[in-house]
């Protein structure tokens, strides 16, 4: 439980950090995030234009007994992107069968 609720802690914190930055910076384009509950997964999303979007996505995974984070990026459409960046990550935490990689 404990585990649940550093995470949402975690997920609460990039939140409220965009949300501070986008009120700050007022950029013309502004970031946002998202996560899983649950999970090990962290996105920060940025759409440049409309129908496009860029995602920097952080997945917590073991490797080798380690726990390590993996870092992957992705850009293009948003529906064709959203679905890579999901499958890469559902292959990194072994929801899916194949080998990690990305674009």
Known sequence: MAEMEAQKDGM???EAWLDRY????????????????????LRLKYAPADGMVSILHLVAVTRGGRPVILV???EGLTAETSVQAGIWASTQLGRRPGVGGGP
């Not at 986008?22 to 997964?41: K, M, V």
Request: net charge negative.
């Open 12 to 14: 609460d914190v990039l």
């Open 72 to 74: 992957n990026t992705f």
């Open 22 to 41: 986008n009120g700050l910076a007022r950029p013309a384009i502004p970031l946002d995030s998202g996560g899983e509950a649950g999970g090990a997964q």
